[in-house]
Each structure stands twice: as C-alpha cells, then as structure tokens.
C-alpha cells in the first residue's frame, strides 16, 4: 500500500504515472468538500482553504502542497501549530503570469477588447481617425507595487517598450535596478506618479485593500491598474466607481476578491479587461506546478526538505 493522499482531481491529467509512485491517490474535485481520514497529504488548489478544521480532520497530514504560487487559501499559522509543512510552486509561473500581465497592459492602453467586440458586433463603420485611441507606453512610468520574481518579469519586459520603471519593495533589488533602470520608491509616488500601475504583491493583512477610493484617489485619472496577484488587494467597489467616474484610465484584471463571483458593478464598468484567473495558464506551466507539488510530497514522504517550502 502505497501513502494515502489526496489530490485535486483537476490534476489527473497534468500528471505521468512515474510521478505519483508509491501514491495511494485519492482524486479529490473542487467542488467535494475535504474529507477527514489518515492521509499524510493534500495538493489542493488554489480555491480550496486549508485551515483549522480541514486540518484537524487530516491528523496524519505531514504536507499542504498548494498547486499555486500564492497560498493565501492556507492557514500556514494553523498548519505550523501542527507541524504540517506547506510548499506553493513559485518560478514555474513567473514567465506565464509576467506574459498575462502584459496582455493586460497592453489590452487597456489600445482598448483591444473595445475594439475586438466592435468587428465581431457587425456595427464597426470604417476607418476613423478618433476610433478606440489609446496611449503610447514609450516614455510613460510603469509602477511595479511588489518586485519580487513575478513583478520584476514584468518590469523586464518594460524595457523594450521604453517605460520608465518605479517599484516598492521591502528591500533594494540592486540587480533588477542595474538590468531595467528602476527606480525604488513608496507607494505614494507609485500611486502618483504611475501611468500603469501593475500590482505583485501577496494577499496579506497589511496588503488586503491597499487599493481603495483613498489611493484610487490619488492615482492619474488617465492611470491603468492591472491586478494578475489577488483579488482582494483591491476594493472592487471603489475601483468600479473611480471608473464610472471616469477618474481611473482603465483597469486590466485577472483575479477577484470572492472568484468565480466577479463584482457586478466592475462586470458593468467601463475600460475594464475582465480576465478569469488565468495568469499561469500555459500548459508548460500548469504542467511544471502539479509536478513540482507532488515533487514536493514526495520529498517530505521520503523525510527529506521539500523543494519550495512556504515555511518548514
Ligand atoms: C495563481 O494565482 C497562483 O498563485 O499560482
């Protein structure tokens, strides 16, 4: 008998038989709620919370090996009280999601989902020298709130489009500086100053809201926000209205606070790119995340560290 454990059945298919050897795997679909039983681990993803109750349901659990980047879907408190280690699967995704952001970036500045529904709608009258005009990003400030390895993809990518870069980060990133010309800087002068405003920061207390009428307020009227972190770093409300306003130039989501509820009022805003959580969403990397969460089950099965702990 091979260890019980149990898997997001969405993965089946990501997964070669090789890599769930000596896997006694219980597929479990997102829509079951977790069972209680002596499994020693979970690769849950990202919608599923694994907090205090699930946890004390699973007392042989050694190992919380989140298929996403983010783990704010754990209660990692909880699972250290316990002595559960959690793992998420950074750096597979880091091109992927830098890619999506950009999309996004550049959806908003050349208003393409206007301009893609206008053909498809059969109402497009011709060539027009006012038609969907949008913004050069040459010479504008991409603000990056957030520079680790996600934001700083981004800010790579800036450089060919000749954007001037600020970005906020607990410490100085001297290689990123040297590589893109960026500048660090609080959020305040992200906020003011940004033409794009890209967001890469993790869902935590200090970061949940960060963007709110307050520093919606204090942004550009003609400022782009781009969201690919999650969802409730912003306050969709407030953001729905600054567009509605039209003190906001256009916002580029991909992530929401209550997924797959999106905000009514954001659904109906003008200038928004509403994309459905698909920043990783390549098969090379949704492929490499189900690999390296059960690497990283395997790993502890074996009593050895796991490959990309989030703690323990
Ligand atoms: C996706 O949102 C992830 O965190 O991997």
Not at 203 to 230: F, H
Request: glycine share 8%; hydrophobic share 45%; aromatic share 4%.
């Amino acid at each position: 008998m091979g260890h019980r454990v149990l898997i997001a059945a969405e993965l089946q298919r990501l997964l070669e038989a090789d890599q769930l050897a000596g896997l006694d795997v219980t597929w479990l679909p997102a829509d079951q709620p977790t069972p209680s039983g002596d499994y020693v681990a979970i690769v849950p993803l990202l919608s599923r919370w694994v907090g205090g109750t699930e946890l004390k349901r699973l007392p042989k659990l050694k190992i919380v090996a989140n298929c996403a980047v983010g783990h704010d879907n754990v209660d990692v408190v909880a699972a250290e009280i316990r002595g559960v280690k959690v793992t998420n699967t950074p750096d597979v995704l880091t091109d992927a999601t830098a890619d999506l952001a950009w999309a996004l970036i550049l959806a908003c500045a050349r208003q393409v989902v206007a301009g893609c529904e206008l053909v498809k709608s059969g109402t497009w009258t011709g060539w027009d020298p006012e038609l969907l005009l949008g913004i050069e990003l040459r010479g504008r400030t991409l603000g990056l709130f957030g520079a680790g390895r996600i934001g700083q993809a981004v800010g790579r990518r800036a450089v060919p489009f000749g954007m001037r870069i600020l970005y906020t980060a607990r410490n100085p990133r001297p290689e990123f500086e040297r590589a893109t010309g960026a500048v660090r800087a609080e959020l305040s002068r992200l906020l003011r100053e940004s033409d794009v405003l890209s967001l890469h920061v993790p869902s935590v207390p200090e970061t949940k809201g960060i963007i709110n009428a307050d520093t919606l307020r204090q942004m550009k009227p003609s400022a782009i926000l781009i969201n690919t972190a999650r969802g409730d770093l912003v306050r969709e409300e407030a953001l729905a209205q600054a567009l509605e306003q039209g003190r906001l130039g256009g916002a580029g989501l991909d992530v929401y606070t209550d997924e797959p509820t999106v905000h009514p009022r954001l659904r109906a805003a003008p200038r928004t790119v509403l994309l459905p959580h698909i920043g990783s969403a390549t098969a090379e990397a949704r492929r490499q995340m189900a690999a390296i969460a059960v690497a990283n089950v395997q790993a502890v099965l074996r009593g050895d560290p796991p490959l990309t702990a989030v703690f323990g």
